[in-house]
């Protein structure tokens, strides 16, 4: 059974009531779907806050049901802190983490990390690195000391850089070969540029990975990984009673290096475009295109998320949204048709895409204009109440494991989202009017000034684009996407 | 001999690191109805979600020759509507509700699970329900048209526009002759797709979508009682069908080398070998699980050690014991870096394979395969839903051995295992004279 110390009940969350009872036996009437009854109440998890004597604030959420635990611990910097000509580095500084720390090899971390059942891994992204550790909850103590090692004392070895930079290249390389991911490079770069830090993958190129040294590792790690920069989380089946001496031995010590801090970088803002404009990557043979259609959207500090998040929902955020009805259900020109917004610290893209078959790909595009345009008008209620429904009654499902958990407290931590957030989410929901769906989508879906990427057999494709007279053609090949492949 | 070897290897082996870890239990309720539906009910408050979980008990094993991929087919038009529920209204009303859904095949079987609020239990009951009961009064060739086009794109995607995607379906049909029925591929022939029928969607519900040949699992936060009396009612309708007789199928086995070179849009060549092995629980099976540990899981492992680590010949490298119902097969994979050939990471990959049937791995290799594997179990229960949570455990675990909660007898038949266990699953299951060897090159 879980603790659970149940918050604010939410206007939506009423209180469940037990289903009616039924008699067996006779035939059920299947004239109208059954009604659901009123939306059980989610018990939020309770954040238990604390700090080591160093002044690390550690958040705990308590989960009984299973005997395992997840700690991660959350360094506000990410690839938005990459210096200029060093796109990569906080990508690369995060997995190098793994590769040699305190006393242990990379080889040893592995080994004793998978001895003890455990799962040990850093990530990064835009705004955020982390140490993740997923443990059965009797080996959190064995585990602990190693998490700490890998994250507060990585030795940075020069010959695992060289892995680890031979590793990428090839990555880099075979990314080549894989048209969805060729056509989101290619999005991210035809909106952002090569300057921007939201313009190259995560990783880098090959001209930045060859550049790096050991000293990038060491000085970008000294200046970005810091106890006032950095949370930890822990949650599963343990107590603060318990975890707490653990967690200060494992990570009170840490004091940040004398150098001053890096000073917190403002990505500039990328400059919207002012008419659609289509670009074209060729992959000859290609049984598929792989269509991306966009801008860019909003940061996540955006006043517009929560209708955005209903807007994008009747869009193509949903399997009964109209891109995936429109192009799967009804043309079968796809497998799936979606939409996103990617919020981050700084305004990510949004993007509406799918794997068309080659020979439909001028419907396609026609098909998704008609739904992108579409959304500017007004919205009915019955298909504004699903989407709201859809993003509100499935909440508490993103809060059953203790990964799910954890990552919702990343969250909260990376884009400092209100203590209350949780609880009133699904009120802000709830709240949105299809006024506000038609605000936002007016602001946010401007068709005709969107970035249009195709990445397929042009031989067979081209024609067909052009002829929409979409917009402006540009046919872009691979290293402008990606920068010049690795040398072998 | 085997099962005297593994009890033998439990007395001697030292004490493993969790023996101290406590008993994974799902308790459950089980019953069957009139009309032959199995069903299973688990309890759990943690969230106010529900998970409705259905096996049905025919997969692509079962396909005529001509009508590949006609299974997985069959599972997308299952959410076109049915009798009561109009085409879309199935996923508009789960949505709508806050549910999510999806299902999937494979040779043996094709599940769907809807996870749902607790509120709408009823209303995932209903379309479940309905599409068991009443799935062809809504069929029409147009409908098996529409899924027809979405199928063959998701061959596209998956398969022919993925680098590599087809040697997934070059590799079954090189491990298993034809006529068997694991030789094509789930995902099917392109003409196969185009040839399938309304006829054939009729004639293949009626004699593998019977309730009979089913089983449902609800799971989460419910009271027994009360969801008992709801799938009866909403289940009582349903006409039984009839019986499925079990597949019966002779034996297969490789008697030398298949090798194979294929062409792909990729810049890198990719080598793949595969072996014939025991079928899913059948001993052996849990043995070479813990072989692929040894070899290839996590970076201290035999084969990343040396490929990757060490000699730096390989990208990346993984080994995988694929257990399935009529015949399983090992498949181990590696790419080489760019300036290195298959066929050295093929003898790289020979001399560990012959390492480890020349002498048993440390008791700590395969404690550490063990351990992990345990924690595995526990990961698997922290969810309810979806694919791999605990209602489709629950339902795996009925299907392949009667019991539902067979949780702790599955992990016994690794703790069971000693390093001799290993080396003696290498050399019987891994000849090097007898497997597939598939190498995927860049297309010229």
Redesign the interface.
């Known amino acids: 059974m879980r603790h659970r110390t149940p918050i604010a009940l939410l206007l939506a969350f009423l209180v469940a009531a037990p289903a009616a009872r039924v008699s067996a036996q006779q035939p059920p009437d299947r004239s109208a779907p059954p009604p659901a009854g009123p939306a059980p109440a989610l018990a939020l998890p309770a954040i238990q806050k604390r700090q080591l004597s160093n002044g690390l604030p550690v958040w705990i959420v308590e989960l009984h049901e299973v005997p395992v635990a997840q700690v991660n611990l959350v360094t506000l910097s990410g690839s938005a802190e990459d210096p200029a000509g060093k796109f990569g580095l906080a990508s690369l500084t995060s997995a190098m983490l793994m590769e040699g720390a305190g006393s242990r090899s990379s080889l040893e971390i592995a080994d004793a990390i998978d001895y003890l059942g455990a799962d040990l891994s850093t990530a990064s992204t835009s705004d955020m690195s982390v140490v993740r550790l997923h443990v059965p909850v009797a080996r959190l103590a064995d585990a602990l000391p190693i998490m700490a090692d890998v994250a507060l004392r990585p030795t940075f070895p020069a010959e695992e850089l060289e892995r680890q930079r031979q590793q990428r290249l090839t990555s880099l390389l075979q990314a080549r070969d894989d048209p969805g991911t060729i056509a989101a490079l290619a999005f991210s770069r035809v909106l952002y540029g090569a300057s921007h830090r939201y313009g190259t993958a995560q990783m880098g190129t090959a001209a930045t990975l060859n550049g790096f040294t050991v000293d990038d590792l060491k000085t970008f790690y000294a200046s970005e990984y810091r106890p006032a920069n950095t949370v930890l989380i822990v949650v599963g089946d343990t107590t603060p009673e318990k975890a707490m001496p653990l967690l200060e031995s494992g990570f009170g010590g840490w004091k940040a290096p004398a150098a001053a801090p890096a000073p917190d970088v403002a990505l500039p803002e990328a400059p919207e475009p002012a008419r659609r404009h289509v670009y074209l990557v060729d992959k000859p043979g290609a049984a598929q295109s792989q269509i991306r259609i966009g801008w860019i959207g909003a940061p996540r500090s955006t006043p517009d998320y929560f209708p955005l998040q209903v807007m994008n929902t009747i869009l193509g955020g949903a399997f009964s949204s109209r891109l995936n009805m429109n192009l799967r259900e009804e043309h079968g020109y796809t497998y799936g048709a979606s939409s996103q917004f990617d919020m981050r610290a700084s305004a990510g893209p949004f993007a509406a895409g799918a794997g068309v078959q080659t020979d439909k790909t001028t419907e396609s595009l026609q098909e998704f204009f008609k739904e992108l345009n579409g959304i500017l008008a007004p919205v009915p209620a019955d298909e504004l109440a699903r989407a709201k429904n859809y993003v509100a009654l499935r909440f508490p499902s993103s809060f059953e494991t203790t990964g799910d958990i954890s990552r919702r407290l990343e969250e909260l931590d990376v884009y400092g989202l209100p203590e209350n957030y949780f609880a009133s989410y699904v009120q802000n929901i709830q709240a949105v009017s299809a006024a506000d769906v038609q605000r936002v989508a007016r602001r946010y879906i401007q068709p005709g000034r969107f970035a249009v990427v195709v990445v397929g057999d042009l031989k067979t494709i081209e024609a067909g684009v052009r002829s929409l007279g979409l917009g402006e053609v540009t046919v872009l090949t691979l290293d402008q996407v990606m920068g010049p492949p690795p040398a072998n | 001999m085997k099962r005297a070897a593994a009890l033998l290897g439990v007395l001697l082996l030292s004490a493993p690191?969790?023996a101290?870890?406590?008993r994974l239990e799902l308790p459950y309720t089980q019953f069957t109805l009139p009309d032959g539906l199995r069903v299973i009910l688990h309890e759990?408050?943690?969230?106010?979600?529900v998970s409705v979980n259905v096996w049905y008990h025919v997969g692509s094993a079962r396909e005529r020759p001509g009508r590949t991929g006609f299974a997985h087919l069959f599972e997308h038009l299952m959410f076109m509507g049915s009798?009561?529920?109009k085409p879309?209204?199935f996923?508009?009303?789960l949505?709508?509700?806050?549910?999510?859904?999806n299902g999937s095949t494979t040779s043996d079987r094709t599940n769907y699970w809807i996870?749902v609020?607790?509120?709408?239990?009823?209303?995932a009951l209903?379309?479940e329900?309905?599409r068991m009961g009443?799935l062809l009064d809504a069929m029409t060739p147009e409908t098996v048209?529409?899924?027809?086009?979405?199928v063959?794109?998701?061959r596209?995607?998956?398969y022919?526009?993925?680098?590599y995607g087809m040697a997934d379906i070059a590799l079954t049909e090189m491990l298993y002759p034809e006529g068997h029925p694991y030789h094509w591929p789930v995902i099917g022939y392109m003409p196969d797709l185009s040839a399938a029928s309304y006829e054939d969607v009729v004639s293949f519900f009626k004699t593998y979508y019977a309730p009979g040949n089913a089983s449902l699992v609800v799971a989460g936060?419910i009271?027994t009682p009360?969801a008992k009396?709801?799938v009866?009612?909403?289940f009582?309708?349903v006409k039984a069908g009839t019986p499925v007789a079990p597949m019966s199928i002779p034996a297969v086995q490789l008697t030398g080398v298949q090798a194979r070179t294929l062409e792909d849009?990729?810049?890198?060549p990719k080598l793949y070998l595969a072996w014939l092995t025991p079928r899913h629980l059948e001993p052996g099976d849990a043995a070479l699980d813990v072989v692929a540990d040894v070899l290839s899981?996590?970076?201290?492992s035999r084969l990343y050690?040396r490929l990757v680590?060490d000699m730096?010949i390989a990208?990346d490298v993984s080994a995988f014991q694929d257990s399935q119902a009529l015949s399983s097969f090992f498949l181990i994979e590696a790419?080489p870096?760019?300036?290195h050939t298959t066929a050295e990471v093929q003898t790289a990959i020979d001399e560990e394979i012959a390492a480890l049937q020349g002498s048993p791995p440390s008791a700590?290799e395969v404690?550490?395969a063990v351990?992990?594997i345990?924690?595995s179990f526990?990961?698997r229960?922290?969810?309810?839903?979806g694919f791999g949570g605990k209602a489709d455990l629950l339902n795996a675990y009925a299907t392949d051995t009667g019991d539902p909660d067979w949780f702790n007898e599955d992990l016994s038949r690794y703790r069971a295992l000693s390093p001799s266990d290993i080396t003696a699953a290498a050399v019987q299951f891994l000849p090097r004279d007898r497997r597939v060897e598939l190498t995927v090159v860049p297309?010229k």
């Open positions: 690191a969790f101290q870890a406590p759990d408050h943690s969230v106010p979600i009798g009561h529920v879309g209204q996923d508009e009303w949505e709508g509700a806050g549910g999510t859904n996870t609020p607790s509120n709408a239990l009823e209303l209903f379309l329900s309905d009443y048209d529409a899924q027809r086009d979405v063959k794109n998701e596209r995607q998956s022919e526009n993925r680098p936060d009271d009360t009396t709801l009866e009612k909403w009582s309708d849009n990729v810049q890198i899981g996590g970076k201290s050690k680590y730096q990208q790419t870096r760019p300036g700590r404690e550490r351990n992990q345990e924690a526990y990961d229960m922290e969810r309810v839903g297309r």
